[in-house]
């Protein structure tokens, strides 16, 4: 009898350590699998671009005039742009995503939350050309107005207002309704519980809701050949009728300008205009990465107090 | 400072669904009320209506009166808020402010509702509010540190304090026991005897040791049948519901039959 009990016991024992090994294995299998296009994705941008930023002018002179053929050149009009373009979307976008989100959780009840609700959900599939043309069609086709940067940063507004109210009413949604009843029992009224306490202690995840919002219009490309166009040269006005530069628009831009790879007399001809290419991708990573680094430092330094 | 509660022919809906049918009781001042009585037969919900937090559920409302040394506090003119801050609350799980410092936690009521005050006033009122949660000698060395550090049932003084900061009239306390161990349980029923020499208390608790040790009066609610409102079976000194209690039902309870 003793002898049978063991014996059952370890078969079952040995079936289940099997099926926990297969299961982890497979999960770090899929892990690895996802890893891989990050990885590569990195260390190709990294390694064709690199060369590119740590040239001397990258960072304080345009493309200028130089083509495929011309080295050197930086890429500070693009950056100029892209920073001047995402801040005044920002700017717009961020207080009105995070009030609708605060709404939402907080005071939203009956028909108006829900349809504002839906048209989140709405624009959140919107692709960003639509919201492009939306723009060009408002403010070019109907008003006659010029093209300009200030015109990408508003469609920019439609692309990034989804994913900011989205992670902000997720985040009000954590914080436990004990606290706000705690609040409410000490006489506190509501707004002041909203400002003051639930909203502080959702911060740090509001914060990355916004660099999720940015890092997400920081590289369309949609808006800004729709809206403003490209050039080699700098413009810092987003209120300007000209063309204005962005990164999406240098990458874009020096990919047209690849041209043969060997010269008429049969010489292979290096190609500068790649080069840039690349240095603009891997800046515009080097941006984003950079925003998402600074609000982790302010999401620390507001960080509940555990 | 303390004040009498007058509870008149309560009704309270969650929506279309009647919670507690007419509900009457009076409660004395400077005294300690149990509410007990199985789960689900609303006496968490008669304490929450005390200080109209029950409101904050959507679709919640109350028919009937409760009177705070004879006034309404449900008349048409009377702010929630004001209520809220005559008649503290300390809840089932303590609920220290995450974002907030114990000092900050203390604080939280006066700095929230007054908005300015003298530095020196406010470490006043801070150390009175923990020593009067027999917590200072606890967290006196280390009041800046987070509130949420504390241990659960530190937690619970600090709530305490919390509540006791603002210097309200009354303390309601639902089920403040049921998530600590019986030392820190041990702490906060002394507690509640130090308090309530000031303070109007009223405590809703599972355990019938507590509401034996701890009230004066005892109120026992229960249910008629599932889906049926909630009522006050009875309500009287504590010695005599546990002792010889006039309601079948409530014997019934106390000797273990049901609930």
């Not at chain 1, 009990?5 to 350590?17: I, N, Q």
């Not at chain 1, 891997?282 to 609000?295: H, Q, S, Y």
Request: glycine share 8%; charged share 15%; hydrophobic share 45%.
């Amino acid at each position: 009898m003793s002898a049978v009990a063991p014996a059952v016991l370890s078969t079952s024992h040995v079936a289940r350590k099997a099926k926990n090994q297969l299961a982890t294995v497979l999960v770090t299998l899929a892990f690895g699998i996802a890893l891989i296009p990050l990885v590569w994705l990195l260390w190709t941008v990294v390694s064709k671009g690199w060369h590119a930023i740590t040239r001397n002018g990258w960072f304080t002179k345009p493309v200028g005039t130089r083509t495929y053929r011309d080295p050197g050149g930086g890429a500070w009009h693009a950056i100029l742009g892209t920073l001047e373009q995402v801040a005044l979307c920002s700017l717009i976008a961020v207080p009105i995503s995070v009030m609708v989100g605060i709404y939402l959780v907080e005071y939203g009840r009956g028909p108006l939350a829900r349809a504002a609700t839906f048209m989140v959900d709405i624009l959140s599939g919107v692709p960003s050309i639509v919201a492009a043309l939306f723009i060009y069609a408002v403010f070019v086709t109907t008003f006659h107005g010029q093209r300009g940067g200030w015109l990408v940063s508003l469609a920019l507004v439609l692309l990034m207002i989804p994913v900011i109210v989205r992670t902000t009413e997720e985040m009000l949604k954590l914080v436990p309704n004990e606290l706000r009843e705690a609040s409410y029992a000490l006489g506190v009224p509501k707004w002041k519980t909203v400002t003051r306490i639930t909203v502080p202690t959702a911060l740090t995840g509001i914060i990355t809701g916004v660099v999720l919002g940015i890092a997400r219009v920081a590289g369309e490309t949609a808006p800004i050949l729709i809206l403003v166009g490209y050039t080699d040269n700098v413009n810092g006005n987003l209120f300007s009728n000209g063309y204005q530069a962005s990164l999406p628009g240098m990458i874009n831009a020096q990919v047209a300008n690849i041209g043969a790879n060997r010269s008429f007399t049969g010489q292979p001809i290096h190609n500068y205009a790649l080069d840039r290419m690349w240095g603009a991708a891997l800046t515009l990573i080097i941006i984003v990465m950079a925003l998402n680094l600074i609000a982790r430092l302010i999401g620390r330094h507001t960080k509940f107090m555990y | 400072m303390a004040k009498r509660i007058d509870a008149d022919n309560l009704n309270i809906y969650y929506g279309k669904f009647l919670a507690v049918s007419d509900c009457s009781f009076t409660i004395a001042p400077r005294s300690v009320t149990a509410f007990i009585g199985p789960s689900g037969c609303g006496k968490s919900t008669v304490l929450r209506t005390l200080n109209r937090l029950h409101e904050v559920i959507a679709g919640a409302y109350v028919e009937g009166k409760v009177l705070l040394d004879g006034d309404n506090i449900y008349d048409n003119r009377v702010d929630p808020v004001d209520v809220r801050r005559t008649i503290g609350m300390v809840f089932q799980r303590p609920n220290p402010f995450p974002t907030m410092s114990i000092y900050d936690n203390v604080a939280a009521g006066l700095k929230l509702n007054s908005g300015r005050m003298k530095r020196s006033e406010l470490d006043g009122v801070v150390e009175r509010s923990l020593r009067g949660a027999n917590l200072w000698e606890e967290v006196k060395d280390r009041l800046k540190r987070p509130g949420a550090g504390l241990s659960g049932g530190q937690q619970q003084r600090l709530c305490i304090a919390r509540a006791i900061a603002v210097e309200p009239q009354v303390l309601l306390m639902d089920e403040p026991c049921s998530a600590l161990d019986p030392i820190s349980t041990l702490a906060i029923e002394d507690l509640i005897q130090t308090l309530k020499e000031t303070y109007t208390i009223v405590i809703v608790t599972h355990n019938m040791q507590q509401a034996a040790r701890v009230s004066e009066r005892t109120a026992f609610f229960n249910l008629s049948g599932l889906g049926k409102p909630g009522q006050l079976v009875e309500m009287d000194d504590t010695e005599k519901i546990f002792s010889n209690p006039t309601d079948p039902r409530t014997e019934g309870y106390i000797s273990g039959r049901f609930g």
